[in-house]
């Protein structure tokens, strides 16, 4: 069956996704949310770990289901002859090719880059992989973990004076997976000036690094190697969390002296804003333990949400910090987007993660991920052209299945 039109800037543009896990998705998540449309390649030989991590219906897997909203789901296996000449036929009709697979797993397949154009001059070639596809490290594979421990990120996460406390694990993956789609839309809007398509080389220890560019820099001129300051910055203080009723949080900033003034006067001490240890922003840096003493006396008897709206109200950067089920309920989110309701093809609801953005022609994100194999007949038949007799044997000779 065609696919309903569903506008946004990419509507038109075709994807075929050869991912695993979640940062390649990840790219085909936003690409689709963009009004592209979004082909994974699956097999039940070779399935997607976050389909069958934990739970018994490959059909129903929250992690699979949080990053494959909106795309399409067609069955070839790539370990058959059959299955990559059915494969180049459909990168022949696409636009964009994203890949996050092993090293050197496409060229293995012969389905590598300089292969792929023969059969689609102008095609967007995404590769992902740890270090990129070249340099004496290219042959290394790893997960999120290993971006940001190996991009840096992770030293700077942690305690002062404490080891290294790492990153949260899909940070790094989703860091990765939206620079590989910003890639994407960049090398497909050069297509569409010049007619010539890209080799989208991204490295994910790269894409990490590129967050804590500074860092890097006060390092390399410094010499010093910058660690973990908890919750503080440079710029601000006070700059932290603390503790309220019930074991609830509070985040705090003053990017300011007015800030500053403005808490002091929540706190029913407007005289510490003139306190020569606290006046400037360098004084309180020299007095920053003090300082989050003093907050957190404070804070420790009162309701979270209720002091951080207290102190919006006077103009101080405040918000509780939120549980995940917090965040699940959180009304903003829920009236901005964030969060969206797409429906299962048996018109089951789910809730999804939405686009990180508003835009005057929004794509319709109205699917939640595919079953597999569920868009066969349209991808096989309508773009692809084969008879129903021919789909048949295909699937009982184990291509599409």
Wanted: aromatic share 6%; net charge negative; charged share 20%.
């Amino acid at each position: 069956m065609t696919q309903p039109a569903r506008g946004g800037p990419l509507q038109g543009v075709r994807v075929v996704e050869l991912t695993k896990v979640w940062a390649g998705p990840y790219v085909g998540k936003q690409l689709s949310f963009l009004g592209a449309e979004v082909i994974r390649v699956e097999s039940r030989e070779s399935l997607d770990v976050t389909r069958t991590f934990g739970v018994a219906d490959i059909d129903k897997a929250p992690g699979f289901q949080a990053v494959n909203p909106q795309k399409l789901s067609v069955q070839i296996d790539m370990k058959k002859p059959e299955g990559i000449a059915l494969l180049k036929d459909l990168l022949g009709k696409a636009d964009i090719v994203v890949e996050n697979l092993r090293p050197g797993a496409v060229k293995r397949l012969g389905l590598g880059y300089e292969t792929v154009r023969q059969v689609k001059p102008d095609i967007v070639f995404v590769s992902m992989g740890m270090w990129g596809s070249e340099g004496p490290l290219a042959y290394q594979t790893g997960y999120a973990p290993c971006f940001a421990a190996l991009g840096g990120v992770s030293l700077l996460v942690g305690h002062e004076g404490e080891a290294p406390a790492g990153m949260n694990v899909r940070y790094a993956d989703s860091s990765f997976g939206a620079a590989a789609a910003y890639a994407a839309t960049v090398a497909l809007l050069h297509r569409r000036r010049t007619g010539v398509g890209q080799f989208v080389d991204v490295s994910a220890v790269e894409c990490m690094s590129s967050m804590i560019g500074d860092t890097l820099m006060q390092s390399l001129l410094g010499g010093a190697t910058p660690l973990g300051q908890g919750n503080r910055n440079p710029g601000m203080a006070p700059h932290g969390v603390y503790p309220c009723r019930e074991d609830e949080w509070i985040s705090i900033a003053a990017p300011s002296d007015e800030a500053w003034a403005a808490l002091c006067q929540a706190m029913g001490q407007p005289g510490l804003a003139q306190d020569p240890r606290y006046r400037t922003l360098a004084a309180r840096k020299a007095a920053e333990d003090e300082l989050d003493g003093l907050l957190a006396a404070w804070t420790a008897g009162r309701e979270a949400a209720e002091l951080a709206a207290e102190l919006q109200g006077v103009g101080v950067a405040a918000a509780k910090s939120q549980s995940s089920v917090d965040l699940v309920a959180d009304p903003h989110l829920w009236g901005n987007g964030f969060f969206r309701e797409v429906q299962t093809r048996q018109g089951e609801p789910r809730n999804i993660v939405g686009p990180s953005w508003k835009m005057t022609r929004e794509a319709a994100i109205t699917d939640a991920a595919p079953r597999l194999g569920e868009h066969n007949a349209y991808v096989l038949g309508e773009i692809l052209g084969l008879s129903g007799e021919r789909q048949r044997e295909l699937t009982e000779g184990g291509i599409t299945r």
